[in-house]
């Protein structure tokens, strides 16, 4: 097949030069603090919790650390704004932060007691039996990450951190190779740059030591890596996630997985993925579709293969009477063990969660895994600067001794052989599971989502006309997110915006949150390039663009969606 990869049209951006820097405020207006948090999910929060924790048994280092030990940036509303997940959780990690604390406190909907998971085609739903061991949940709980993000907010303030919501980190400062903390964005620019009436700068936050908790697609973890040569064996890569959330009529007992319809199962589409259908409590459930961003089809789109999935009849059976409440979008970096950074700290830094690659994909699980990961950089940090250094490689081994290093090892090559095709690398990963990673060994080629070639293919024409009721288009979606980003809004998408049909199109179709549109005059014109228009206040942050040849930098503080229950 040849087509066009967006690759060969790298986005304008010149990471380490433009979010790399030192410290440029004057001494009296920085803002110090003992240690900067970058990100207000499960892995900055447990982190941050996790040091207030520690620091109540050490008032020497506490009080060396200043009125503010603990800072913690977010720049969604609040932490919880921009974080989407499945979720069904493993409880290692809440047992170990809260020992106190009882399930039935924590913000989870249920715990799991059965499961099953299905084959679809067009018209069936065949159970598959035995289950695939990868997707038993029993002893997991169901939650929602934006739930949970706010509960660990409350809990990280209440212990003392200050929590800087609606405040991006746009630069990581560097002064001789170590990091001194970030420096957070300008807010109240309008779409050309200038400044508002209410303009405020941004500020230094000189820090002891800096925690890249960034989640998927890290702005300043991308930098970092560039700048300290941090990236994986492998290059890293991405699947899709949408999501909404229905309230039903009838409560569902079990926590589902579809494989199959409504993707294509030709090895030459590269369509991996699934969906997920969990309970929420008695009256919701929520639905979602994950794909890798490895797919070929142009017209492709995870938003639109959601609302196909709908209409299949097993589904919308769970749905029929309901309505729809909540609906988001989120990648998840699914390059696995041999993408995750070489090393996870440098001198005055450490990288945890999803920004440093500790998801299992074959599973769906990362909050356990950057909860863990945030409470060992509290501890090694912790440990390091009461020695007064700000070496913190002791946190790398410690990951990669531990549950998180050990089982993304099992799976090292599990997302590669999908490559050859829905069966065949089905049986390939199945084989490896059964071997925990052993057969067939070594460490499998992967290439970057966006080098993939693109083509105009034929997926777009197979989705469903949005009703309002049963599917729904991008843009109503989108004000399911709660997003309300104010329409001048300063563009924090970064592409090129004369491009081959294919990749313009790539974009169109896969952005869930309908940021890209080729100009009506063009749409049908055949011209091989195209021009394209974009929106940036749709924005939900889901992070694609980073994967599929674009490059997106944190909106204005406070900008995006306002997730409260995906
Ligand atoms: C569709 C989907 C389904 C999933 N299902 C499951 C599941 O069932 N079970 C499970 O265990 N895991 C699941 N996961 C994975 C899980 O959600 C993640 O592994 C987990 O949320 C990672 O936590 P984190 O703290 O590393 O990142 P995140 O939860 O992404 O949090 C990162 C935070 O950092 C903030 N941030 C980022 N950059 C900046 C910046 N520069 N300045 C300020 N703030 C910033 C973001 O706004 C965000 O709030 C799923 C993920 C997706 C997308
Ligand atoms: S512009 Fe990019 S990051 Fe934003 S919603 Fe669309 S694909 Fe996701």
Redesign the pocket.
């Known amino acids: 097949m040849s087509g066009v990869a967006p690759a060969e049209f790298p986005p304008p951006v010149e990471p380490t030069e433009e979010f790399v820097g030192s410290i440029t405020d004057p001494e009296d207006e920085r803002i110090e603090v003992g240690v900067a948090i ?8 447990a982190c941050a919790i996790r040091i207030m924790q520690l620091l109540e048994d050490e008032p020497e280092l506490a009080e060396s650390l200043g009125e503010v030990p603990v800072a913690l ?4 509303k609040t ?12 409880p290692s990690a809440m047992r170990e932060l809260f020992p106190d604390l009882d399930p039935s406190e924590w913000p989870v909907y249920q715990e799991v007691e059965k499961d099953a998971v299905y084959l679809l085609t067009k018209k069936a739903a065949l159970p598959l039996k035995p289950m695939p061991p990868n997707f038993r949940n029993h002893g ?1 709980y169901v939650t929602s ?1 934006a739930k949970l ?1 706010r509960f660990l907010n409350d809990k990280a303030e209440e212990a003392g951190v200050y929590v800087l919501p609606e ?4 630069k990581l400062l560097v002064e001789d190779r170590v990091v001194v903390g ?1 420096r957070s964005g300008d807010k109240g620019r309008d779409r050309e740059g200038k400044e508002l009436g209410n303009f405020e700068p941004g500020s230094d936050l000189v820090a002891k030591a800096t925690v890249l ?4 697609a ?3 973890t991308g930098a970092a890596l560039d700048y300290f040569d941090l990236h994986g064996h492998l290059p890293q890569r991405w ?1 899709l ?3 909404e959330v229905w309230k039903v009529q009838k409560p569902l007992d079990r926590v589902i997985h579809t494989m199959g319809w409504p993707l294509r199962k030709g090895a030459k589409w590269n369509e991996f993925g699934g969906s ?1 259908i ?1 309970p929420m409590g008695e009256d919701k459930i929520c639905i ?1 579709m ?1 794909c890798g961003l490895d797919y070929t089809d142009a017209t492709f789109s995870v938003h639109d293969a959601l609302q196909q999935l709908k209409t299949h009849q097993f589904v919308s059976k769970l749905i029929e009477g309901g309505e729809r409440e909540a609906w988001g ?4 970096p699914s390059g696995g063990y041999w993408s995750m950074p070489r090393k996870l700290a440098v001198p005055g830094m450490v990288i ?4 440093a690659t ?2 299992n994909i074959p599973e ?8 863990h ?2 409470m060992y950089a509290a501890e090694e940090i912790v440990a390091a600067l009461k020695r007064d250094e700000v070496d913190f490689s002791a946190y790398d081994e410690r990951v990669r001794n531990s549950v998180i290093g050990k089982d993304l090892y099992k799976w090292r090559n599990g997302r590669q052989p999908f490559s050859k095709g829905f069966f065949v690398g089905g049986a390939i990963a199945s084989a490896m599971t059964i071997t925990q990673g052993f057969f067939p060994g070594g460490m499998w080629k992967q290439v970057p989502d966006a080098e993939e070639e693109m083509v105009l293919g034929g997926a777009g024409d197979s989705y469903p006309k949005p009703d309002g009721k049963l599917t729904f288009d991008k843009l109503s979606s989108v004000f399911a997110s709660g997003n309300a980003t104010r329409d001048d809004a300063p563009n924090h998408v970064r592409i090129q915006r004369h491009v081959p049909r294919e990749v313009a199109q790539t974009w169109v179709s896969m952005c869930p949150a309908q940021v890209y549109e080729i100009p009506e005059d063009q749409q049908g014109n055949g011209a091989a390039e195209v021009d394209l228009n974009i929106v940036p206040s749709n924005c939900v ?1 889901c992070g694609a663009i980073t994967a599929k040849g674009g490059r997106l930098t ?1 909106p204005e ?1 406070g900008d ?1 969606p306002l997730y409260t229950e995906v």
């Open positions: 970058v990100g207000g999910g499960p892995a900055g929060l940036i977010e720049k969604g932490p919880g704004a921009h974080t989407l997940s499945g979720a069904n959780m493993r997991n990450v993000s405040t991006a980190a746009t970030v908790a960034e989640g998927t890290g702005h300043l699947e996630g949408v999501k997920f969990y979602g994950v979008a989120k990648t998840i945890a969660g999803d920004s500790m998801v769906l699980k990362g909050i356990h895994y950057a909860m990961a945030g942050q944190p503080g995006g």
